[in-house]
């Protein structure tokens, strides 16, 4: 038989079944589309020899007045800046707390602080220490804690708990004083559920947050402690109360008493945290965390899990002129300003050089710089500034013109405020040419200056079009793309929904519950907007999804569509860089800046700028191969219906007869090094593939054709490199296949 084009349409369609996506792509990694044609992404490669600490979720990029280009970073932890090859820690401060006494247990890598006064630290919260002067007798030097950053692990009413990394304090006698500078909190890591009304946002505090681990795993049982039935094994006890209440991942357990080690008396599942279709209790692995959930501050008891959510730390990054405006969610409003002499070596505060936010709320779900009128607009904020108590997550304020530090609406300036109704919360907001978009959980509105005396003009353009997480949305051309929980949407004057090839892959494995880690950005280069998300059972961004609006064709009128597996937590477009930035978090490794002495699970952010090169180049310099792969549908042959005379009749007759692929002709526009191609057989839709006997065949530069064996009622490609140093982009394949019976 003669030779025969294999011609596939160009995007991922995995609405069908692998056999109904006729003529489509219906799987791909680390792949996109270009011309029609499917290729390997580029490479990217480390911007610093650091890891940053923590999860980076907010890039912004800027330029000052005299050319300079800056990024800042915003993690769950620091405010950092990237300037000309190097990281600046830029992180706000609270007030100095002084005479703080210091002590010491023999042989322990802890270290206590005690206050004479209200702290108001948390566990997991970063401090500076200054004006050292340790305990006498514990081996270690003033230097090892003067102006050095550590991680609080334990708090009580007076006094916090540090640790020292990985020196060990030997034979402490007397006490020793220091002064301690607390780093403005973020939030935490992951989005979560809490435990009940009296923690995190709705104004309460762990009391006693002392954490351990299991010793043994937990069952999802009438037992479910491994066969003990009423004990749970622990590394250590010690800080935990003698009755009480723990918390191991989402589930509540409560105990009547401790013994070595141990935690006796227990009832699993707690205040209705047992998994649903188990007698008691959620399995738990041998080493999960272990946290003590007995006492809050705050208003309530406990109650079930899942009906409070804590949103994960997140900031809100824009300029005024050349100076950053900075916003912790639900927290303050800070300012760092290029312009200042020395300015790398300046925190962000609320009182800069030249510049205030002394008078902004202290409460505020999101931010932005209006783009052409320069008002400062606080949404999701206090309805009487400075008490946070007043914060209704629908209210907007707006500072004056030109001063982001006035807000008393008056007959001469354009300060004002406006409620939001259809939601119960604003999510976020974003610039599109001459309005702001402003998404609700539930709504979008747009927000135009028109001048006195209402100064900005409110319309709801959409329901049920809700805002996944505030950094789920960008804008192209004034028009915006975002994910919602329930869809992905298109705003060009009006709101469509966007028809998605992948959307039952994406909506079946995203895991809404942690939205608000949903990072979306804009790759200008290759026309694609993509949203990095966390799949069910992740605690961070693992997958994510492309549109690539470019892509547009008789075949493609809208666009296509493309998925994989490759995670980022935030990305900047190639605007004042020429390449892309992004980052990606590994939560079982340490950062290494900022320094924090002995931190402990705070994970680290790797800094990259992407489409460069084939491969990932790492911190020092070694290369991660980028591995990519496209796979086709199932095809079969097909044939009409003959009739008496041998003349085509009737409906086509799909999968009636068995196929023999006998050879093909491979044909790659780009190909460095080897491209991996692979024939898989099926007799039935349903079963899985079947690898044929010959493959997979290594393709290179040089290869003219391939003899294959390849014999089924159902057959498809896959595309893929597995080494250093290959690219490779798809062109038309030539494949011999004929008739081969129907048995």
């Given at each position: 038989m003669a030779l025969i084009d294999?011609?596939?349409?160009?995007?991922?369609?995995?609405?069908?079944?692998?056999?109904?996506?006729?003529?489509?792509?219906?799987?791909?990694?680390?792949?996109?589309?270009?011309?029609?044609?499917?290729?390997?992404?580029?490479?990217?490669?480390?911007?610093?020899?650091?890891?940053?600490?923590?999860?980076?979720?907010?890039?912004?990029?800027?330029?000052?007045?005299e050319g300079n280009r800056y990024v800042a970073i915003g993690t769950d932890k620091f405010l950092l800046l990237y300037f000309e090859g190097q990281l600046f820690d830029i992180t706000p401060v609270k007030a100095t707390i002084g005479s703080v006494v210091m002590s010491a247990q023999d042989a322990t890598k802890e270290v206590s602080l005690t206050f004479s006064s209200a702290h108001n630290l948390q566990s997991g919260d970063i401090i500076l220490l200054d004006s050292v002067t340790v305990p006498s007798g514990i081996g270690l030097t003033d230097a090892a804690f003067e102006d050095k950053l550590f991680q609080v692990t334990r708090v009580t009413s007076s006094l916090v708990a540090i640790v020292t990394g990985t020196q060990t304090t030997t034979g402490a006698a007397g006490s020793g004083a220091c002064s301690v500078i607390p780093y403005e909190p973020v939030g935490p890591s992951a989005q979560s559920y809490g435990y009940g009304f009296g923690i995190g946002q709705y104004g309460g505090t762990v009391q006693s947050p002392f954490t351990t681990t299991l010793n043994g795993a937990l069952l999802a049982d009438t037992n479910g402690t491994g066969g003990s039935g009423t004990v749970i094994n622990v590394t250590s006890n010690s800080g935990f109360p003698t009755t009480g209440t723990i918390a191991v991942g989402n589930e509540l357990i409560t105990y009547t008493g401790k013994g070595t080690?141990?935690?006796?008396?227990?009832?699993?599942?707690?205040?209705?945290?047992?998994?649903?279709?188990?007698?008691?209790?959620?399995?738990?692995?041998?080493?999960?965390?272990?946290?003590?959930?007995?006492?809050?501050?705050?208003?309530?008891?406990?109650?079930?899990?899942?009906?409070?959510?804590?949103?994960?730390?997140?900031?809100?990054?824009?300029?005024?002129?050349?100076?950053?405006?900075?916003?912790?969610?639900?927290?303050?409003?800070?300012?760092?300003?290029?312009?200042?002499?020395?300015?790398?070596?300046?925190?962000?505060?609320?009182?800069?050089?030249?510049?205030?936010?002394s008078s902004n709320p202290t409460a505020t779900r999101t931010t932005l710089i209006s783009p052409t009128t320069r008002h400062l607009i606080h949404l999701g904020t206090e309805t009487t500034i400075g008490d946070t108590a007043t914060q209704d997550d629908m209210f907007i304020r707006f500072s004056d013109q030109e001063n982001i530090?006035?807000?008393?609406?008056?007959?001469?300036?354009?300060?004002?405020?406006?409620?939001?109704?259809?939601?119960?919360?604003?999510?976020?907001?974003?610039?599109?040419?001459?309005?702001?978009?402003?998404?609700?959980?539930?709504?979008?509105?747009?927000?135009?200056?028109?001048?006195?005396?209402?100064?900005?003009?409110?319309?709801?353009?959409?329901?049920?079009?809700?805002?996944?997480?505030?950094?789920?949305?960008?804008?192209?051309?004034?028009?915006?793309?975002?994910?919602?929980?329930?869809?992905?949407?298109?705003?060009?004057?009006?709101?469509?929904?966007?028809?998605?090839?992948?959307?039952?892959?994406?909506?079946?494995?995203?895991?809404?519950?942690?939205?608000?880690?949903?990072?979306?950005?804009?790759?200008?280069?290759?026309t694609e907007v993509v949203w990095y998300y966390p799949t069910t059972g992740s605690n961070y961004n693992n997958a994510y999804v492309v549109f690539n609006y470019g892509e547009t064709g008789r075949n493609t009128p809208g666009g296509v569509w493309y998925t994989g597996t490759e995670a980022r937590t935030s990305w900047i477009d190639a605007v004042v860089y020429p390449q892309p930035y992004a980052t990606k978090f590994n939560s079982t490794s340490n950062g290494t800046f900022p320094a924090v002495v002995g931190q402990d699970g705070l994970g680290q952010t790797q800094f990259f700028e992407h489409e460069v090169g084939t491969d990932q180049i790492n911190q020092d310099g070694s290369t991660t191969t980028i591995t990519s792969f496209i796979k086709s549908f199932d095809f079969d042959l097909q044939a009409k219906q003959k009739d008496a005379q041998g003349r085509s009749s009737g409906p086509t007759i799909a999968g009636e007869s068995f196929l023999a692929l006998r050879r093909f002709v491979p044909d790659f526009k780009t190909l460095t090094g080897n491209a991996v191609v692979t024939l898989a057989i099926k007799r039935y839709p349903q079963q899985s593939d079947t690898v044929s006997s010959l493959s997979p065949f290594t393709i290179t530069s040089s290869t003219d054709k391939k003899d294959t064996r390849a014999r089924g009622r159902y057959l498809n490609v896959k595309i893929e490199n597995t080494s250093s140093g290959e690219e490779w982009r798809f062109g038309t394949f030539k494949i011999d296949v004929q008739p081969d019976g129907r048995r």
């Open positions: 294999f011609n596939i349409k160009p995007g991922i369609d995995k609405q069908d079944t692998e056999v109904g996506a006729e003529n489509r792509w219906i799987d791909s990694d680390n792949s996109r589309f270009r011309y029609g044609l499917p290729e390997k992404v580029g490479g990217w490669s480390s911007l610093i020899s650091d890891s940053i600490v923590g999860v980076a979720r907010k890039q912004h990029a800027f330029v000052d007045l080690n141990t935690l006796t008396g227990i009832t699993r599942g707690a205040f209705g945290t047992a998994t649903t279709g188990t007698s008691n209790g959620q399995a738990h692995s041998n080493g999960a965390t272990v946290t003590d959930a007995s006492n809050f501050t705050g208003f309530g008891n406990a109650v079930q899990a899942s009906q409070v959510i804590l949103e994960p730390g997140l900031w809100s990054l824009d300029n005024f002129g050349q100076v950053l405006v900075a916003t912790i969610a639900n927290g303050k409003t800070f300012t760092w300003n290029a312009g200042a002499a020395a300015p790398t070596t300046v925190r962000a505060a609320t009182n800069t050089s030249g510049f205030s936010t530090n006035d807000y008393t609406a008056t007959a001469i300036n354009s300060a004002g405020d406006f409620r939001l109704q259809d939601g119960t919360k604003i999510v976020g907001a974003i610039k599109a040419k001459e309005t702001i978009l402003v998404f609700t959980d539930n709504a979008l509105y747009t927000m135009k200056f028109i001048g006195s005396p209402f100064t900005f003009g409110f319309e709801q353009v959409g329901t049920n079009c809700g805002l996944i997480g505030k950094n789920a949305v960008v804008e192209i051309d004034g028009n915006a793309f975002w994910m919602s929980a329930n869809g992905l949407f298109l705003f060009d004057g009006t709101v469509k929904s966007l028809p998605c090839t992948v959307e039952d892959f994406v909506y079946d494995n995203l895991d809404t519950t942690k939205g608000q880690q949903v990072a979306a950005g804009i790759n200008n280069l290759f």
